[in-house]
Structures are given as structure tokens and as C-alpha cells.
């Protein structure tokens, strides 16, 4: 009985999240129609950005466009998760069989995985990037501003 209450309140966590991840979504939405500013919109600049790119600068301009790949991949599996999420959690009332339900509940599942790879991807990149040719970046993205890097 305790394992089951448990799981039960772990699960009603995972729903409340899923709805708090749907809001968040929605602002950033906003947030870009607003600005004029989005993942695709950056994604084809960078791509337009490496075609024109001379020979010194094609690696830079193909980090740029790989990285905006991962940003547009993550914004249409958070989609993804955001709609197979309310699908699964209103299926009866949408009357999915259960057959169906099972399957975007699969699907739902393993792309759970994507966000693990992408998060451990995104972190190690961002260490890569202060060791490296970007130091100081993490302290601006604690501070919210483009500070000059310390000294070293």
C-alpha cells in the first residue's frame, strides 16, 4: 500500500510537470513570436551562414548549424512529449483504444531518452565550450550578461 501511494503521487508529480512544461512551452512561443526570434529561424540563418562561409570558417559555421539542429530537435520532441503526454492522460475521453494508448505510450517512453542525451549533450558541451574557445560563458549565463571573461 505505501509503494503503491508512492507511485500514485509520483505519477500525479509527472502530470503537474507535463502541464507546467505545456505553459512553458506556450510563453516561449510567445516569447519568439514577439521577439521574431526562433529555433527554425536560427537554424536557417546558421545553414544559409555555412553554404557561404569560406574554407576558414566552414567549422565554426557547421557547430553553429549542429547546434541549432539540437535546438529544433528538442523544441519538436518537447512538442512531441507535450502532445503524446495530454493524448495519453485524455485517451478515454478522446476514445483511443487501448491498443492506441499503449503505443504513444511507447513512443512517449523512449523519447524519454532523447532528453537524457540531449541534457548530458548540452552540459558537456557547455563545459567543452568554457574550457575552451568560449571562457566565461557560464559566468554569463549565471549573471544574465555578456561580461568580459576573467583573466587567467
Known amino acids: 500500500d505505501i509503494a503503491n501511494g508512492f507511485v500514485d503521487r509520483l505519477w500525479e508529480w509527472h502530470v503537474y510537470l507535463g502541464y507546467t512544461?505545456?505553459?512553458l512551452f506556450?510563453?516561449?512561443?510567445?516569447?519568439a513570436i514577439v521577439q521574431k526570434?526562433?529555433?527554425w529561424r536560427?537554424?536557417?540563418?546558421?545553414l544559409a551562414q555555412y553554404q557561404s562561409a569560406g574554407a576558414q570558417d566552414k567549422r565554426d559555421s557547421l557547430h553553429y548549424v549542429l547546434v541549432r539542429s539540437g535546438y529544433l530537435a528538442f523544441y519538436i520532441a518537447v512538442?512531441?512529449?507535450i502532445t503524446s503526454g495530454l493524448t495519453m492522460n485524455y485517451g478515454d475521453s478522446l476514445h483511443l483504444s487501448d491498443a492506441m494508448q499503449?503505443?504513444?505510450?511507447e513512443v512517449h517512453e523512449t523519447f524519454q531518452w532523447f532528453f537524457i542525451v540531449f541534457v548530458a549533450c548540452h552540459i558537456g558541451g557547455v563545459i567543452v565550450a568554457e574550457l575552451g574557445k568560449y571562457r566565461g560563458l557560464i559566468s554569463n549565463m549565471i549573471h544574465g550578461g555578456d561580461r568580459p571573461p576573467p583573466k587567467r
Do not use: A, C, K
Not at 499503449?102 to 505510450?105: F, P
Open 26 to 31: 506556450l510563453l516561449r512561443i510567445l516569447v
Open 37 to 39: 526570434e526562433s529555433p
Open 102 to 105: 499503449d503505443n504513444i505510450l
Open 21 to 23: 512544461l505545456g505553459v
Open 42 to 46: 536560427h537554424f536557417r540563418l546558421g
Open 79 to 81: 512538442l512531441f512529449m
